[in-house]
């Protein structure tokens, strides 16, 4: 299978009570790509960008994964759940039929550096129940099987090498991976799905196309190859596509209006 990569461009954005970011997903330009919804960046060293937070907001019918680079953040929720996210770790939370939280600043000042991706849920698991799943970056198993390179599994299999997230979209990965300038990354498990890449530092060569620190780039592909022109560090995502109609209404993401009005009537009605 040829692989189709293209640039995805971000726009500025404010979310939460005021937190300032680049959306790369889920804006007027690029819409979602399913199975993707939402792709947005933090990175600031002034409070002022960060600190408002996001406060107690409701969501159905996705799952949302916080990877947070450098920094600090709380969350809380209304089932019961709180926790932390410190350098290198991530939450991976699934909001099903409905959750109400909040991610929070734990630092006054410094750098705060993060992600956080939207993925849809198929209709047969829209409704179901909530849950979290946290960890540290010291609970991730590292793959070193190929030379000058490290590969970060949060979700999905890098040779032996398995991720702790359990994914509700089978055959979904989370990779954070470093390579060394001129060394090559490769793999032949994507197996077509939709996969994007983010590089977090230096630049990488895939099939002739350069990406550059801070560019997200999609794919569609079985086998990739990332030939590292400098010391570099990127994100790897890959889901499979859904292929069904989605309706959307801010948190809210299900296939058809109808479903969108039931989910604010049941938020409205505290039975989230």
Known sequence: MNTSIKAINPIPARDGAGVNLLRYIGTPYTGDIDPFLLFDCF????????????????????????YIVKGSLKHADNKGHAGEILDGGVQWMTA????????????KDGLLYGFQVWI????????????????????????????????KVIAGKSNQYKGL???KLNDTSF???SVNQNEHYSTSSLNGNTTLLFVIEGQIEVENFEVKENQLVQLSTSTLNVLAQRDSRFLLFSAPSIKEPIARSGPFVMNTQEEIYQAIMDYQAGNF
């Open 43 to 66: 990175y600031s060293d002034n409070p002022k960008d960060y600190i408002a937070g996001f406060p107690d907001h409701p969501h159905r019918g996705f799952e949302t994964v916080t």
């Open 96 to 107: 099903g039929k409905g959750i109400i939280h909040s991610e929070m600043p734990i630092q």
């Open 120 to 151: 849809n849920l198929p209709s047969n698991e829209k409704l179901c129940e909530p849950r979290y799943q946290e960890f540290s970056h010291e609970d991730f198993s590292i793959d070193e099987t190929q030379q000058g390179i490290k590969v």
């Open 165 to 167: 997230i359990e994914t």
């Open 175 to 177: 990779f954070d991976i």
